[in-house]
């Protein structure tokens, strides 16, 4: 049995430096906004047809380096914590991005109008969903496949951030004063590892080592020695 370990990619913090992230604006679709310090995510950012969406990356999570993570281990849990300081009843979704994109070059047109939870700009299903958040940290949880994928070799293009609500919700960047935190717990190859494992026997029909006997009926009849 293999204890699992644990580590967290944070711009700023321990040496970390290769996190990216922006905002898409519909209402200025050109306009590339990687180095704000906080991001919105709404339907509705300022009037009719202002949708404003997300994107971020933790780049350099696997490899040989220093802090990072070997490939091919197997991804118990990973979580996504950004701070909010602008609540939302909506909901938001986050679905891991097919499609390559850079933080400082990146607007609502770059990306074919917006993101699209196609299976080609993104993928169709959320790896997470919140609802009603509200101020403080925000824990998005359920990023595992996501992440062994990166672990076992796939492209990471990082999530796409979305919202159904025109009521919108802002978070810090990683420019920001409080910056997104990437959180990974892993076991490393060839080891054996299960979140809980659990054995029931039946003593009064089970038997031993192929006897017919049950194990009740051994133990009663059991020596001296045990």
Same mark, same amino acid.
């Given at each position: 049995?293999?204890?699992?370990?644990?580590?967290?990619?944070?711009?700023?913090?321990?040496?970390?430096?290769? !996190?990216?992230?922006?905002?898409?604006?519909?209402?200025?679709?050109?306009?590339?906004? @990687?180095?704000? !310090? &906080? #991001?919105?995510? /709404?339907?509705?950012?300022?009037?009719?047809?202002?949708?404003?969406?997300?994107?971020?990356?933790?780049?350099?999570?696997?490899?040989? =380096?220093? *802090?990072?993570?070997?490939? &091919?281990?197997?991804?118990?849990?990973? +979580? #996504?914590?950004?701070?909010?300081?602008?609540?939302?009843? =909506?909901?938001?979704?986050?679905?891991?991005?097919?499609?390559?994109?850079?933080?400082? +070059?990146?607007?609502?047109?770059?990306?074919?109008?917006?993101?699209?939870? &196609?299976?080609?700009?993104?993928?169709?299903?959320?790896?997470?969903?919140?609802?009603?958040? *509200?101020? *403080?940290?925000?824990?998005?949880? =359920?990023?595992?496949?996501?992440?062994?994928?990166?672990?076992?070799?796939?492209?990471?293009?990082?999530? =796409?951030?979305?919202?159904?609500?025109?009521?919108?919700?802002?978070?810090?960047?990683?420019?920001?004063?409080?910056?997104?935190?990437?959180?990974?717990?892993?076991?490393?190859?060839?080891?054996?590892?299960?979140?809980?494992?659990?054995?029931?026997?039946?003593?009064?029909? /089970? +038997?031993?080592?192929?006897? !017919?006997?049950?194990?009740?009926?051994?133990?009663?009849?059991? @020596?001296?020695?045990?």
């Amino acid at each position: 049995y293999n204890v699992s370990l644990a580590s967290s990619f944070q711009q700023g913090v321990n040496g970390y430096t290769a !996190t990216h992230d922006t905002e898409l604006r519909q209402q200025v679709p050109g306009s590339n906004y @990687g180095s704000n !310090t &906080n #991001l919105a995510i /709404d339907t509705d950012n300022s009037g009719a047809n202002t949708e404003s969406q997300g994107l971020i990356r933790f780049d350099n999570l696997f490899g040989s =380096g220093n *802090g990072q993570i070997p490939f &091919n281990v197997q991804i118990v849990s990973a +979580t #996504l914590t950004l701070e909010t300081f602008g609540s939302t009843a =909506g909901t938001v979704s986050l679905h891991r991005m097919l499609t390559n994109w850079d933080e400082s +070059t990146a607007t609502w047109n770059s990306l074919s109008g917006g993101l699209h939870a &196609n299976n080609v700009e993104m993928l169709s299903a959320a790896d997470s969903q919140l609802t009603n958040i *509200g101020n *403080g940290a925000t824990v998005f949880t =359920g990023l595992k496949a996501s992440v062994q994928a990166w672990a076992d070799g796939r492209t990471n293009y990082g999530w =796409g951030i979305v919202s159904n609500s025109s009521d919108g919700w802002d978070f810090y960047s990683s420019e920001g004063t409080i910056t997104p935190k990437l959180t990974i717990e892993y076991v490393m190859p060839g080891s054996q590892y299960s979140s809980a494992h659990s054995l029931v026997v039946d003593t009064a029909s /089970d +038997t031993w080592d192929g006897d !017919t006997t049950s194990i009740d009926a051994l133990l009663a009849s059991k @020596g001296a020695d045990g």
